[in-house]
């Protein structure tokens, strides 16, 4: 049984930081796809960061040069550092396994339960 569990987020006020982690169990962490997803209200949902089995990353544009997505294959953790956040970046943040290396959702079949991160 898949597991995913976010943790991390929180309310910031704009220019600040924050850093997302997001627990993986119950399937072996490195032959997954890892993504970090995020929805506003009244928004889809949109990729943010994916990365590889060989850390290699791919990025949305919002955030490119702002965000660090990493992973910890001993930990089973994922992360995604978040730096001069803008309050556009309010959503709820969603870690995901996938199959692809992509950032399209439908390329995900694992979600974890979601974080919200509030900027003001």
């Known amino acids: 049984h898949v597991q995913l569990v976010e943790s991390g987020g929180g309310s910031v006020q704009a220019g600040g930081s924050l850093r997302l982690s997001c627990a993986a169990s119950?399937?072996?962490?490195?032959?997954?796809?890892m993504g970090w997803f995020r929805q506003a209200p009244g928004n889809e949902r949109e990729g943010v960061a994916t990365?590889?089995?060989?850390?290699?990353?791919i990025y949305a544009n919002s955030a490119m040069g702002r965000f660090t997505i990493s992973k910890d294959n001993a930990k089973n953790t994922l992360y995604l550092q978040m730096n001069a956040l803008k309050p556009e970046d309010t959503a709820m943040y969603y870690c995901?396994?996938?199959?692809?290396?992509?950032?399209?959702?439908?390329?995900?079949?694992?979600w974890g339960q979601g974080t919200q991160v509030t900027v003001s």
């Open positions: 995901a396994a996938g199959s692809a290396y992509s950032m399209r959702h439908s390329d995900f079949g694992y």
């Open positions: 119950g399937y072996t962490y490195s032959t997954y796809y």
């Open positions: 990365i590889d089995f060989d850390g290699s990353t």
